[in-house]
């Protein structure tokens, strides 16, 4: 079994500085970011991101000038301030105690997600890592997911995924995983229209118990 966890919004309560980055970025090159543009958009990949806002205009030359950018922005926003959302780190110990293996599969890059690793004391928790630079297709493409589960060594119908945003829990159902959303960015109704299995307010107090059993049930389902 593996529990597979989007990195934004997920691990890590990392909107705001995000926000703040693609408005630095904005303000650095003069592309027309906005708040509303960022939030309908957080989840995609940058380079998605970045062809929705310009079109054929962008070039991939700039596509790749401007995602670094804007990740060195989020960096040195969130360098010393990261940390775990409410009920992660528990959720990860109690998961790895009963023999789940943990991956993170997020649009992201990996600078970011090495940053979070150091910052909050989680190495080595992780067996597979799938992040942008792995990936060719943007969420709601379940491609990220269904790399992770592929580095883990898991089949994905034994796999879990938590996730914040639609495209997010749209790619995880894609890829024939069980989807829990987690209502960080986006309202209930908006992870349950996507076809959420599961909506939780936060994973603090969340029950592995009962999320092993129904993977097992899955699991041997998929395999009749």
């Known amino acids: 079994m593996l529990a597979i966890f989007d990195h934004d919004g997920v691990l890590v309560d990392s909107l705001v500085f995000h926000q703040l980055a693609w408005l630095e970025l904005g303000r650095r090159t003069g592309l027309p970011l906005t708040e509303e543009f960022i939030l309908e958009t957080f989840g995609m990949t940058n380079p998605a991101i970045f062809r929705r806002l310009?079109?054929?205009?962008?070039?991939?030359?700039?596509?790749?000038?401007f995602g670094d950018l804007k990740e060195e922005c989020y960096r040195d926003v969130a360098r010393g301030k990261v940390v775990l959302?409410?009920?992660?780190?528990?959720?990860?110990?109690?998961?790895?105690?009963?023999?789940?293996?943990?991956?993170?599969?997020?649009?992201?890059?990996?600078?970011?997600?090495?940053?979070?690793?150091?910052?909050c004391g989680l190495d080595g928790r992780f067996a597979a890592i799938?992040?942008?630079?792995?990936?060719s297709r943007s969420k709601p493409d379940p491609e990220v997911f269904l790399l992770a589960a592929e580095k883990a060594g898991v089949d994905p119908a034994g796999a879990v995924v938590f996730e914040d945003a639609p495209i997010g829990i749209q790619a995880a159902k894609a890829a024939g995983m069980l989807a829990v959303g987690v209502t960080s960015t986006r309202p209930a109704e908006a992870l349950?229209?996507?076809?959420?299995?599961?909506?939780?307010?936060?994973?603090?107090g969340y029950c592995v118990d009962a999320l092993i059993d129904r993977l097992r049930r899955r699991k041997e389902g998929a395999a009749r």
């Open 85 to 119: 959302m409410d009920g992660v780190a528990d959720l990860i110990e109690a998961l790895h105690a009963r023999g789940v293996a943990l991956a993170i599969g997020t649009s992201g890059p990996r600078a970011n997600l090495l940053l979070t690793i150091e910052s």
């Open 192 to 204: 349950r229209e996507a076809g959420a299995d599961e909506v939780v307010d936060t994973l603090a």
């Open 54 to 65: 310009m079109g054929d205009a962008i070039t991939e030359a700039d596509i790749v000038r």
């Open 130 to 135: 799938a992040a942008l630079e792995d990936i």
